[in-house]
């Protein structure tokens, strides 16, 4: 719009002065006239006469030719040059002399109507064209009307058929968020309709399989459950001490393995955040450290009481207390330091410098000594708690400490 408005004041401009210099050529015919008038030095009357040929009238009024001359718009003006040729007495007799005078032609514009001024060196006439009228822009602006109707219509209509699609594309954000009842069925018919029942097929699709997937798991996960518990009883019943611990233990393990299996299931199913709530990180710490059951000494804990968060307790607790089970297995001294650097949780250890990159340990079942006691899921079981709360886990390697940071 901006850009055919501006092509449009370019050619009205263009327009008008090209209207105004070819109306302006009537001056020359208006010049003869008073040249011829002025040469056989002719009455008024014959002057007017002869401008009357042309539609063109004398303004004899003074008052009126002042009036007009005061409020009138001067459209051109240009200055010419006459010559004139007289007979002189000399010396030797009678010979022709040239005088070259001045005359300038002004076209000027008062009501509607267009008026030509004549000014020489002894005077000046004022005459009105009955005929020329003044440049109209009636016509352009017709069609300038027309072509910013066009298109202000076609934008509307444009954004009327991107309607489905800004509701699309707000749909799609919401069901990227986790929303799974969010409907993408809609009756149009159009390609942005083809598109909105082609991604509802594979909402419905993808619904399905997390809906078998979550059922699968946590239907094996119950019917696990119940033969580890008749084990874990059959097992006080043996006579050997020995072959009862290691039942036990074994027992013990899978039970752990379930019960993580069941945590990794949770948060990986995690589609809303009712369970958010706003914690201090102190209180999140604590329950960590009892979660895992070690020493208050073997933790040092250097956290601000002020520093709240908004986190689901029980994952982010959980998330904590693998860090904190991870330090007590790995490191050297069997001492884990929890603090803050720059507005960054940091759990620092001693310890070697991870043998692979950080993205090899966050992989389930993976670890660096297999007969350590673990399965290989704390990393992994972390980051994806992380992820969810739209964090992420980093390493970082300083001197002989092990520096894992929430970010």
Avoid at 196 to 216: M, P, Q, V, Y
Avoid at 359 to 366: A, D, K, N
Wanted: proline residues 2%.
């Amino acid at each position: 719009m901006v850009s055919v408005s501006a092509i449009f004041w370019e050619f009205y401009k263009l327009n008008k002065q090209q209207y105004i210099d070819h109306i302006f050529t009537k001056y020359s015919v208006i010049i003869q006239i008073y040249k011829e008038n002025q040469q056989r030095q002719s009455s008024d009357v014959m002057l007017e006469a002869n401008l009357a040929i042309y539609k063109l009238f004398l303004i004899k009024d003074k008052k009126d030719e002042t009036r007009i001359l005061q409020k009138a718009t001067v459209l051109k003006t240009e200055g010419i040059k006459s010559i004139k040729s007289t007979l002189m007495l000399g010396p030797e007799g009678l010979y022709r002399k040239n005088i070259v005078g001045k005359l300038n032609a002004i076209m000027l514009k008062d009501k509607n109507r267009i008026y030509f001024q004549i000014k020489t060196p002894v005077g000046s006439i004022l005459i009105k064209d009955e005929k020329l009228k003044p440049y109209s822009y009636l016509n352009l602006m017709y069609a300038y009307s027309t072509i910013f109707t066009v298109i202000s219509l076609s934008f509307l209509l444009i954004l009327q058929k991107l309607r489905p699609l800004i509701r699309l594309r707000k749909k799609i954000a919401l069901f990227g968020n986790g929303d799974m009842k969010i409907s993408f069925k809609t009756k149009n018919c159009d390609e942005i309709g083809l598109v909105s029942n082609e991604l509802e097929s594979a909402r419905e699709k993808i619904e399905n399989l997390l809906n078998s997937r979550t059922l699968f798991l946590r239907n094996i996960m119950h019917e696990l459950k119940t033969p580890i518990a008749k084990g874990t009883i059959a097992t006080q019943m043996l006579d050997s001490q020995k072959q009862k611990d290691r039942f036990t233990s074994i027992f013990s393990r899978l039970e752990s393995l379930v019960n993580e299996f069941a945590l990794i299931e949770e948060v990986t199913s995690l589609d809303d955040k009712s369970e958010f709530m706003e914690c201090r990180l102190l209180d999140i710490i604590d329950g960590a450290i009892d979660m895992a059951m070690v020493d208050e000494k073997s933790v040092t804990v250097e956290i601000s009481g002020d520093i709240k968060l908004h986190a689901n307790y029980r994952l982010y607790t959980t998330a904590i207390k693998n860090m904190i089970d991870n330090a007590m297995k790995y490191s050297k001294d069997a001492h884990i330091k929890i603090l803050m650097i720059n507005g960054e949780l940091s759990f620092e250890s001693k310890g070697d410098r991870l043998a692979h990159p950080l993205q090899f340990y966050i992989e389930p079942f993976t670890k660096e000594n297999p007969s350590k006691n673990s399965f290989g899921l704390g990393l992994y079981l972390v980051d994806s708690i992380l992820k969810a709360h739209e964090q992420v886990l980093a390493y970082e390697y300083e001197g002989d400490t092990n520096r894992f940071i929430f970010a």
